[in-house]
């Protein structure tokens, strides 16, 4: 069975993949399952408290997510200018003095034509009601500037609906050449909660704790120029 939450974007959506620098922003085109069970953490820790969140991490991490997206997906391509830690020693009195260097660094944005579902995997039980609680509290993903707000109380599905992309590699033993390559991260069955926990040392390694899967979306690039592109949703295969 699924549990199934419709979103509407209330901003630009921006998340750059894992192993990208500060300087580089090109942002993925779909939320990664780390980025949502992260945002469904968060949701644990806000409404019920640290300790009391900790012991759902295990479900939390074990969640098999599929994303749905509208039939358009506009990217817009920018460079602006950015504050970073400064290396060195600028000249005293200089236009450059300061704790803070200015850049120049490249960002995209992603703007989503229409509402965006997000389907869970449940097997029953009070873990369901619990998950369908905190879908009511997600209110970002990405980047926390990446606003979206729930439409419509999360419903319930047997089968997965046509549409969504189970963002699982196990899933996408056929990949269609006409779709989009995607590298989205997630979480080793092994990650315990104190590796996620900002306010701990335990490391977070890539690749090893969180690990990268490659995902064909099922876009195609329309159109593009210098400042944009445009990504349209393409007929469902059976490699979808």
């Not at 069975?1 to 998340?15: D, N, Q, R, V």
């Not at 780390?34 to 300790?51: N, P």
């Not at 997000?118 to 609680?133: K, W």
């Not at 090893?208 to 690039?221: C, E, S, T």
Request: net charge neutral.
């Amino acid at each position: 069975m699924w549990l199934i939450a419709e979103y509407s974007p209330g901003t630009l959506f921006s998340l750059k993949p894992a192993w990208a620098t500060s300087s580089g922003g090109k942002s993925l085109l779909l939320p990664t399952p780390f980025a949502v069970k992260m945002a469904l953490l968060d949701v644990a820790c806000r409404t019920l408290g640290v300790t009391l969140a900790e012991p759902y991490w295990p479900a939390i991490r074990g969640l098999r997510i599929a994303f749905h997206g509208p039939e358009q997906i506009v990217v817009t391509n920018t460079f602006t200018k950015i504050l970073k830690p400064r290396r060195g020693d600028p000249e005293p009195g200089g236009a450059d003095a300061g704790p803070f260097q200015k850049t120049i660094g490249f960002r995209e944005y992603v703007f989503f034509s229409g509402a965006i579902r997000l389907a869970f995997e449940v097997h029953g039980g009070t873990m369901d009601e619990t998950l369908a609680s905190w879908l009511w509290h997600v209110n970002y993903l990405g980047k926390r500037g990446g606003l979206i707000q729930l439409t419509a109380p999360p419903a319930r599905s047997e089968a997965l609906p046509e549409g969504f992309l189970l963002l699982d590699r196990s899933a996408q033993e056929i990949m269609a050449l006409d779709g989009i390559m995607q590298a989205l991260d997630d979480v080793g069955p092994e990650v315990s909660f104190a590796q996620v926990n900002i306010f701990t040392d335990a490391p977070l390694r890539l690749g090893k704790d969180r690990l990268i899967q490659h995902i064909v979306a099922p876009y195609r690039l329309s159109r593009s120029s210098r400042g944009y592109s445009l990504y349209e949703r393409i007929v469902p295969t059976s490699a979808f």
